[in-house]
């Protein structure tokens, strides 16, 4: 099982919520509202422990923004909620009243905005410390089971999962999603010493 | 990609006819924010020329997007190589762009759908660094959607209203009383209902017709209605000749003044029935109960309560009202 030391794990909740800080700053300003954001735990599961966290079992349906990085490391992210949350959240930015029961397409395109902005303040901010490239591809909205998303069952991949809570905050509504970024071995290395590069210059 | 055969100059005129061609607005801008492509779309749509736009920052072109979300987009671009997407959901018509010269003139702008991409360039170059923005012209799409948005809405006030009388239906009442109730339970404040009848309407219908009948039906509804004001009052029709009315926090006496001028605006419609068993003009009973709902009461009591209230408003001779629990007008 990979870990990180209790440093690396607090530098990386660190990173994050200063990530999900400016894109919080960056949501309110399109709602005028004020949204807040920030990430109380960072996990590393499998595969199949995140899908069934997710309620594989139950063939609860999530919906899903995906976008891949490459370069400093290389990850698919994924910003993740139950399919009623996505509804919740996209209806609170964009202000319209509740009628159909499933996003419509120009939801799911709003939808993919926020995930959009989401996981790439989170990755700018491992970016800045990797200090190396890092390209980000256009968002991808998919809804289905999480076994769907994560393809759980499939391959023999020997990677982890990077899961963050988010405890995303609007209009008095409280909702909670995910974000899981999938490492290969490499990428764990990668971002194991892009960590301790950002600790010892904390420490000199 | 571009057949590798072909030549230099070839190659680049076709590049050029594409970017004139393409039914899409391409922006370039370098690493300082520079504008260095702005396609044949764009002029058409932006109603500037190229010269006017070349070379100019960002800022300068478009001042109002300073530090907006386009513009933190392009700065993720060229600093951090992200892809960003703008929604037209979430931001609306970020750029000055028009269908036509008319639109213009109404500032009526193009619905867009933004990509904001960076783009690879040999990194021999200064400046190397590149971001593409990428328009597209979503208003079909957006008005389509809202045209469905609408028709839903209409879709969903129908099935909670009365199909006759157009005012709220069964099940509308329903759901309303579900609330007003817990409403009132967790306030402990007084809930009142009216249960509203149409006297002799049997006779009404068998001597009138039908269709008279149910002109009447909805008359009386708008009457009913006029009376009631407040957003959490609600008269539906509760079938055939019945109706229900919902009061929240209305006391007793509240309850019964506002059922007397239900039952006075009835009366007042004049709508003649030369049948009726009271009175020369059509009529209304009604029975009322007010209760703060207890831990234990049930929705089913009140209605049930109000039922019998209005079966004694029959008794009494009907064409009046009576509260539940006040027998004090029943005849010896």
Excluded at chain 1, 21 to 48: D, L, N
Excluded at chain 1, 77 to 87: H, I, N, T, V, W
Excluded at chain 2, 66 to 91: D, E
Aim: aromatic share 6%; with cysteine; hydrophobic share 45%.
């Amino acid at each position: 099982m990979f870990q990180l030391t209790e440093l690396q794990h607090d530098a990386l909740v660190e990173l994050f919520n200063q990530g999900v800080g400016q894109a919080a700053s960056a949501m309110s300003q399109i709602v005028h509202e004020e949204v807040t954001m920030s990430v109380p735990t960072i996990e590393f599961h499998t595969r199949a422990e995140v899908a069934q966290a997710l309620g594989s079992v139950e063939s609860r349906r999530i919906c899903a923004v995906t976008q891949t990085y490459q370069g400093a490391f290389n990850t698919d992210a994924m910003l993740m909620f139950p399919e009623e949350k996505s509804l919740e959240i996209v209806r609170l930015m964009v202000g319209q009243a509740l009628t159909p029961e499933e996003l419509t397409e120009m939801e799911q395109e709003a939808m993919n905005e926020i995930g959009n902005i989401i996981l790439n303040s989170c990755m700018s901010t491992l970016a800045n410390i990797a200090g190396k490239e890092l390209h980000g591809s256009l968002p991808m909205y998919r809804i289905g089971t999480s076994e769907q998303i994560f393809g759980a069952s499939g391959g023999q991949w020997n990677g982890m999962v990077l899961t963050l809570k988010i405890d995303f905050n609007i209009e008095k509504h409280h909702i909670n999603g995910y974000v899981a970024f999938l490492l290969d071995l490499t990428a764990l290395q990668d971002l194991q010493s892009y960590l301790d590069q950002y600790l010892s210059g904390l420490m000199s | 990609m571009i057949a590798s055969d072909s030549s230099v100059d070839v190659r680049l005129a076709l590049l050029d006819s594409v970017l004139r061609t393409v039914g899409v607005g391409l922006i370039v801008l370098d690493a300082d924010e520079r504008v260095v492509l702005w396609n044949q779309w764009m002029v058409q749509h932006s109603f500037t020329a190229p010269d006017a736009v070349l070379g100019k920052a960002f800022a300068e072109l478009f001042p109002e997007l300073v530090n907006g979300r386009a513009h933190q987009a392009i700065k993720g671009a060229l600093k951090n190589n992200f892809a960003s997407l703008i929604s037209p959901t979430l931001n609306k018509s970020p750029f000055p762009l028009y269908a036509s010269a008319d639109e213009k003139a109404n500032n009526n702008r193009i619905q867009q759908a933004v990509h904001v991409m960076p783009i690879e360039m040999p990194s021999n170059l200064p400046l190397h660094q590149h971001c593409l923005v990428q328009v597209n012209d979503v208003s079909m799409a957006m008005a389509r959607e809202k045209q469905l948005r609408d028709q839903a809405m209409e879709l969903q006030s129908q099935i909670f209203a009365d199909g006759l009388t157009g005012i709220p239906n069964r099940r509308r009442f329903d759901e309303h009383m579900e609330g007003e109730f817990r409403r009132a339970k967790r306030a402990a404040t007084p809930l009142s209902v009216a249960m509203i009848d149409v006297d002799s309407f049997k006779d009404y219908n068998d001597n009138y017709g039908h269709q008279k009948g149910d002109e009447c039906l909805i008359l009386i509804a708008a009457a009913l209605s006029r009376v009631l004001g407040r957003p959490c009052d609600l008269v539906a029709r509760y079938g055939g000749e019945e109706f229900i009315a919902v009061m929240p926090s209305t006391n007793a006496d509240g309850a019964l003044a506002l059922a007397e001028t239900m039952r006075k605006e009835v009366q007042s419609l004049h709508i003649e029935h030369a049948y009726s068993k009271v009175a020369a003009h059509v009529t209304v009973s009604l029975g009322v109960i007010t209760q703060v709902p207890a831990h234990n009461t049930a929705i089913s009591h009140m209605i049930g309560a109000a039922d019998r209230a209005l079966y004694q408003a029959k008794r009494n001779g009907r064409n009046c009202v009576v509260a539940h629990g006040d027998t004090s007008d029943t005849p010896a």
